[in-house]
Each structure stands twice: as structure tokens, then as C-alpha cells.
């Protein structure tokens, strides 16, 4: 029988794990240091511009009240039209004679005008509220095509560049047409649907879509069709690659780090903790993790990998080598900052 001989290497890696925290320490101070010189850099910018530009800045705040102003214009006119069923002119018009009512009118005319308005805003509030609980209830629901769905959706697919340019001449009619091809889309998850057919659709008409969409939902449509957009870019060559490129022992190696430091780092995944020991450095460093997945550049994240358990004080999770190593690299970087 042979015997059994244990190191007990914990003195060794305390020491050398010593020399790391200093580092550490020297890399925090000019961390500190920088960040302090910039925030003095940025309140003398501020103080200097606030001087240089005083005449252009008064134009600003001019320009910015009357985007103000036109903006409520624009919702009036917007909340008139959808409650009407008219068009953007005729609801502009009707806004004026109620505007100039409101000016030249007396005390009654005012109240009653905005009264008529408050309704207006309660009548489009609890539209939203409807469709956002309708959205909710629909979210637990299995969706899938009613036959006079089915029909619809292949009508629309078989549609010419000529016919759908046809549907957005009224813009009455091509608001409920467009409501019908995001929601047949929506159930399809067919992105290049939508987009074949909002594409083709009028400037116009996409304009006062998007200004209905952003009412009666409280958020805008743009992100929305960025949405759909990357959806419809990505979906292709993202299966594409998921086939053509099988996993190999850098790639798992790539993807266990990274799952390792979410854990780890993630802001969301420490609360309150995030304003303590994993504090300033925190965001850095997870920005860096994330640059280096991306890449998928391996040694620069299990450098990262070391570093943040050298931070963390995890002093059993790292080997020998790996502390040596974080020396250098922390030495580097204490460089790199210096220059």
C-alpha cells in the first residue's frame, strides 16, 4: 500500500492571491482617479457651452415649446380623425373652429370645449385599457387560424404590388386592412407577411398607422417594426448557421465561461448587492464579457473569468496558474491606464 501525500498549498495561493489584491487596489485608485478627471472634464464643458451658446440655447427652448405645441395639435387632430372616422384634413379643420371657439368664446364655451376633450382623451384611454387586457387574456390563449382567417391570409399573400398600393388609396379602409394583416401575421409568426404589404403601403398612410398604433396602445410602432424587420432578417441565416456549424470543445469552453460569469456579474442577478463589493468595476468588466462572447475571442474571456474571481475573492475557484497569471494581467492594465 502506497501513502498518500496531501500539499496543502492554501499558505502559497493566499500569498500570491495577497500580491493580487494589491493590484487590484493600485487599479481601483487609478480607476477612481479617471473617472474624477472626467467628471471635472465634463462640468467645465457644461459651464463653457452653457456660456458660449446662451443665444442658441434660448432659440432652443423656443424651438422645444413649439414642438410642444405642435405635438398637442397633432394628438387632437390624430384623437379626432380615429374617434370620426375622417381624415387627418377634415379632423385638422374641425380642430381649428374649436380652437378659435376656445380663444374668442367665454367662460362656458372653454369649459365645454374641454370637457369635450377630456372625453375624447377618457373615450382613447379606454380603448387602450381594453386592448391591453384583451392582449393579456390573448397571451394565455392557444391562437391559431379561424377558416375565414386561412382565406384572408392567403388572399392577402396572393396580392400584386398593385392591388395592395389599391387597398392604401383610402386611408379609412387601409387602417382596418393594415389591423388585419398584423394580426394574420402575428398568428402566421410570418414577419415577411407584414412586411411585404406595409412596404407597399402609402407614406401617408404608414404615418397615420403609426400615429393610431402609438394611441390606442401607449407605445410607439417603430420599435415594433424593427422589430418584425430583424425577425424577418434573422430568422434565415440564423438556422443556417445553427445547421452548418456544429459545437466544438472551444465553443462549449466559450459558452460555460460566459454562463458562469452571468451568473457571476449580471446586474439583475445581485440587487442590492450591486452597490457593494461588485460595485464600480461591475459594469466594466461585464461589458467587457459580453464584447468578448460576441467575438467569441476565448482567452480574453477567460482572462476576464480570472480577473473577476480574483475581485471577488473566490480564492478556492482559481488554480495556481490562474493567479500567477492575473498578475500580469492586472499589472497590464495598471499599464495601459497609466499611459
Sequence with gaps: MHALLIIDDHHLRKAHFTRAASLLKKLDGLDKRIASFHQTDKELFEAWFALTFRQEQAHLVALRSEHGELLRV????????????????????????????????????????????????????AEKEAKRRAKQEHSFETTSFSEEDQRDYECFKKMSAEEIQAASANQTSAMDFLLDVLRLAEIAEDADFFLRIWDQMSEPVQSEYSKIHELTHGEPFAPILEAIRRASASRSSRDQAEASQPLDSATERLKLLYRKLVRKLHPDSHGKESSGKLGFWQESIWHRAQAAYQRKDLPTLERVYAISLVR?????????????KSHSWLEQEIEELNR
Design 312 to 324: 471577488l475573492g473566490a480564492l478556492n475557484d482559481l488554480t495556481m496558474s490562474e493567479i500567477l
Design 74 to 125: 397633432d394628438r387632437y387632430v390624430t384623437i379626432l380623425s380615429y374617434l370620426n372616422k375622417i381624415s387627418a384634413l377634415e379632423a385638422f379643420l374641425i380642430f381649428q373652429e374649436e380652437e378659435e371657439q376656445y380663444r374668442s368664446g367665454s367662460e362656458e364655451d372653454r369649459a365645454r370645449i374641454e370637457a369635450a376633450r377630456q372625453a375624447r382623451e377618457s373615450t382613447i384611454q
